[in-house]
């Protein structure tokens, strides 16, 4: 089994930048696929961002490309989402996931194993 915990959520004004971080610990890190999905308030759960168990593949939603960023340190068994030029519709609870498989899925079904999930709230 794998534990995903995230962290760097928090309250920030319109055009401003979060870091999310995702650790995991159990199973070998290097043997999944990491994404993240959010979810906001009456909506259902949405891809965000993944990256190939080898950093070397990375997805992303068409609504973040070009403001966040999507990277791994298998080292450190830990995924990173690096928020910029954030909007009050990026607000939602943010959760990361793990699937074990080569490519990246942006279908939640793919994934195995969830984190609870980190507040990222954006004000106008």
């Known amino acids: 089994q794998v534990q995903l915990v995230e962290s760097g959520g928090g309250l920030v004004q319109a055009g401003g930048s979060l870091r999310l971080s995702c650790a995991a610990s159990g199973r070998t890190f290097s043997y999944y696929a990491m994404a993240w999905f959010r979810q906001a308030p009456g909506k259902e759960r949405e891809f965000v961002a993944g990256?190939?168990?080898?950093?070397?593949?990375?997805l992303y939603r068409d609504s973040v490309k070009g403001r966040f960023t999507i990277s791994r340190v298998n080292a450190k068994n830990t995924v990173y989402l690096q928020m910029n030029s954030l909007k009050p519709e990026d607000t939602a609870v943010y959760s990361c996931?793990?699937?074990?498989?080569?490519?990246?899925?942006?279908?939640?079904?793919?994934?195995?194993?969830w984190g609870r999930g980190t507040q990222v709230t954006v004000s106008s």
């Open positions: 990256v190939r168990r080898d950093g070397g593949q990375t």
């Open positions: 996931a793990a699937d074990e498989s080569f490519v990246v899925y942006s279908d939640p079904l793919k994934y195995e194993y």
